[in-house]
């Protein structure tokens, strides 16, 4: 079964602080895909990145990067010079190559508050 | 293009009414997906649609219905509301053999009394 644990439940930064969530994951597949998605106060899911298990480069979108690393199954992401407007829920999510529907699972979330 | 659209956005029902949510999507997937999200909690698949014509479970189907009208829409029923089943309900939709992320709606506000 897959698993995706996100042991940060709260984090609080000031604003131009860097900051990283974690995500650990479990599954038995060989090829996968993970996911980040940003929830903000308004509710709606926003998609952040997704990333195949072939994939272990980094990656940089702006003030955003991720650090996949299979050796130790996890998928971190780290924002730099965080913002009030980074202020939300993260979830980090595992699928399975698809054959047909790529079902989800998700971990529980990071809630991120960034203060003035 | 409005991409993944849910309605209601907000329902309050008591014990033991029935409902259905209903979501569209306009980019021409195949699969579409009904996940809840409960506080603290991430999303769970109630129940997924490979493909027009095909319906399979998710973690947590127990008490829900689904239907896969045509290409476009993919409605959630709840028979008999529990109070378990207040939760903030998402749809989703993809198209999976190709990259790209699950389009998610708004979501849905779900109280029961």
């Known amino acids: 079964a897959q698993k995706v644990t996100q042991a940060q439940t709260e984090i609080s930064v000031v604003e131009k602080e860097d900051v990283t969530l974690d995500c650990v994951y479990e599954?038995?597949?060989?090829?996968?895909?993970l996911f980040w998605y940003k929830q903000p106060p308004s509710g709606e899911l926003v998609f952040l990145i997704r990333?195949?298990?072939?994939?272990?480069q980094n990656e940089i979108s702006g003030r955003y990067s991720w650090n996949f690393q299979k050796s130790t199954s996890s998928f971190n992401f780290t924002i730099t010079a965080s913002q009030v407007v980074d202020s939300a829920v993260y979830f980090c999510a595992l699928s399975e190559a698809p054959s047909s529907a790529r079902q989800l699972t998700f971990g529980s979330g990071t809630q991120l508050t960034v203060l003035p | 293009n409005a991409g993944v659209t849910q309605t209601p956005k907000f329902q309050v029902l008591k014990t033991g009414q029935s409902m259905t949510l209903q979501c569209a999507q306009d980019m021409n997937h195949n699969s579409m997906y009904w996940y809840r999200q409960d506080p603290g909690m991430g999303l769970r698949l109630i129940y997924y649609?490979?493909?027009?014509?095909?319906?399979d479970k998710g973690e947590v189907p127990n008490g829900y219905n689904v239907s896969r009208l045509n290409k476009r829409e993919f409605s959630l029923r709840l028979e008999s509301a529990a109070p378990s089943q207040t939760s903030v309900y998402f749809c989703?939709?993809?198209?999976?053999?190709?990259?790209?992320?699950?389009?998610f709606g708004d979501g849905t506000r779900l109280s029961i009394l």
């Open positions: 990333r195949n298990s072939f994939d272990e």
């Open positions: 649609s490979a493909s027009e014509g095909t319906t």
């Open positions: 989703a939709s993809s198209e999976a053999l190709r990259a790209g992320s699950e389009d």
């Open positions: 599954t038995r597949d060989t090829t996968y895909y």
